[in-house]
């Protein structure tokens, strides 16, 4: 199975900063990677689909990269509705995985 | 506008069956997958499967043959069937699906494997 190691687990940040987290996979799976936002008592949602694409209506504070093996997710200038956890997903091959998540706090 | 939505009992007995409906809106099932995904309470995202556009499947094998994801595309319905549930089967169950991979989640549902 494709493993999705995430870093890191959690940060604190305030509001302004720039905020960086990384996703990396134990085996090329190309771009096919999305990067998914779940707040608290909600369900995941998609904010990055093929490693770098941003959703419609999705902030463009938020940016992917990365291709291969490693990935990243960066919020430009964190705003107070981005605390969440942050996951990235891979679908390039069976058993779709998805990392631990990046829990992203204020401070 | 897009929507999938889970509904199945919010409780099952353990060495049981979990039968749950997602209901899909917006888009068609024979042009778009829908996946289900759950989520232990406080933890990450584990792939059950997945009903292909053509109504093919495909499964985790971490649930080797428990787990029959099946449709029916009059009704916009996918269904998860699991078998054998144990307590560690606890969970928010998703479905997952519309244009594009993964991109609209439904709310989800909490299955609580008890006696």
């Known amino acids: 199975n494709t493993v999705m190691t995430q870093s890191p687990t959690s940060m604190f940040t305030s509001v302004g900063d720039r905020v960086t987290m990384s996703c990396k996979a134990s085996?090329?799976?190309?771009?096919?990677v999305g990067w998914y936002q779940q707040k608290t008592g909600q369900s995941p949602k998609r904010l990055i689909y093929?490693?770098?694409n941003r959703d419609t209506g999705v902030p463009d504070r938020f940016t992917g990269s990365g291709s291969g093996t490693d990935f990243t997710l960066t919020i430009s200038n964190m705003q107070a509705e981005d605390p969440a956890i942050y996951y990235c997903?891979?679908?390039?091959?069976?058993?779709?995985?998805f990392g631990a998540g990046t829990k992203l706090e204020l401070k | 506008q897009v929507q999938l939505k889970e509904s199945g009992p919010g409780l099952v007995q353990p060495s049981q069956t979990l039968s749950l409906t997602c209901t899909v809106s917006?888009?068609?099932?024979?042009?778009?997958?829908v996946h289900w995904v759950r989520q232990h309470s406080g933890k990450s995202l584990e792939w059950m499967g997945r009903?292909?556009?053509?109504?093919?499947?495909s499964y985790n094998s971490a649930f080797t043959s428990r787990l029959s994801i099946s449709r029916d595309t009059s009704k916009s319905q996918v269904f998860l069937k699991m078998n054998s549930l144990q307590t560690e089967d606890t969970g928010t169950y998703y479905c997952?699906?519309?244009?594009?991979?993964?991109?609209?989640w439904g709310q989800g549902t909490l299955v609580t494997v008890s006696s």
């Open positions: 997952v699906g519309g244009m594009g991979p993964f991109a609209y």
């Open positions: 917006g888009f068609s099932l024979t042009s778009y997958s």
């Open positions: 009903m292909w556009s053509d109504g093919d499947t």
């Open positions: 085996q090329n799976v190309g771009i096919n």
């Open positions: 093929w490693a770098s």
């Open positions: 997903l891979q679908h390039n091959s069976y058993p779709y995985t």
